[in-house]
């Protein structure tokens, strides 16, 4: 039974680029979040996500950052016109249905480094 | 505005002791809380979680204490091993989705 994926690994973007953040939850799970690392800081939530539906993005900057969870495949997190600031770890779970106070999943992250 | 506080970044143990990690919250509206462990270049893992309607949770090596009045939990690892050695993330959460996250408090456990 794989664990939540989590493509690219590391990802390294020049300022302006767009960054795509691809996670594949584990088998069985229907529910995904995302969370950010920056240096030195713990894991902030940015947005939670089922299938086609974004539940609570309370957490996403409102500008250049949007995510999905298309039906068929991954979830994506997409960053548009990258700045160094937005060089930090991107953290994806997964849980088998939401709220409920359900453990969440972690998949390795991927490492944006902007340059 | 962190609603969750690790405030040692860093604990260093003899093997064989017991490691407690501390954590601070401010939201009374939290109701279940759990810690994580992350290794380098991993994801967290869950390592133990707590209702807020006990006091205690216990899973072999590990006991996690929670004091409602005081808004504070704490992780109790014994014996403490080398292989414990990670960070450890305390988090909390009210909704069941959006969980808040300490900064982490980096365990060593000395051979």
């Known amino acids: 039974n794989a664990g939540v994926m989590q493509n690219p690994r590391h990802l390294v973007r020049r300022r302006g680029q767009e960054a795509r953040l691809r996670c594949s939850p584990m088998?069985?799970?229907?529910?995904v979040y995302w969370y950010r690392q920056l240096p030195e800081e713990g894991l902030k939530f940015m947005v939670y996500?089922?299938?086609?539906?974004?539940?609570?993005e309370s957490g996403m900057p409102k500008e250049r950052f949007s995510a999905e969870f298309p039906k068929e495949g991954p979830s994506i997190l997409r960053i548009q016109q990258v700045v160094r600031g937005d060089s930090a770890a991107y953290f994806c779970?997964?849980?088998?249905?939401?709220?409920?106070?359900?453990?969440?999943?972690f998949g390795p992250g991927t490492r944006l480094t902007v340059l | 505005d962190q609603q969750v506080k690790q405030n040692s970044p860093s604990l260093s143990v003899q093997e064989g002791r017991i490691s407690i990690l501390n954590c601070d919250y401010t939201?009374?509206?939290?109701?279940?809380f759990l810690w994580y462990k992350k290794y380098p270049a991993e994801g967290p893992t869950f390592l133990i979680s707590i209702s807020s309607i006990k006091d205690k949770n216990e899973d072999g090596r590990f006991t996690v204490f929670l004091n409602k009045s005081a808004k504070h939990l704490s992780l109790h690892i014994v014996p403490s091993q080398p292989g414990d050695s990670a960070v450890y993330f305390c988090?909390?959460?009210?909704?069941?989705?959006?969980?808040?996250f300490g900064t982490g408090t980096s365990l060593t456990v000395i051979p």
């Open positions: 988090a909390a959460t009210y909704t069941g989705n959006q969980f808040y």
């Open positions: 996500l089922q299938k086609e539906n974004i539940i609570d």
């Open positions: 939201n009374s509206m939290f109701d279940y």
């Open positions: 779970a997964s849980s088998p249905r939401g709220g409920d106070h359900n453990e969440q999943f």
């Open positions: 088998k069985g799970h229907s529910h």
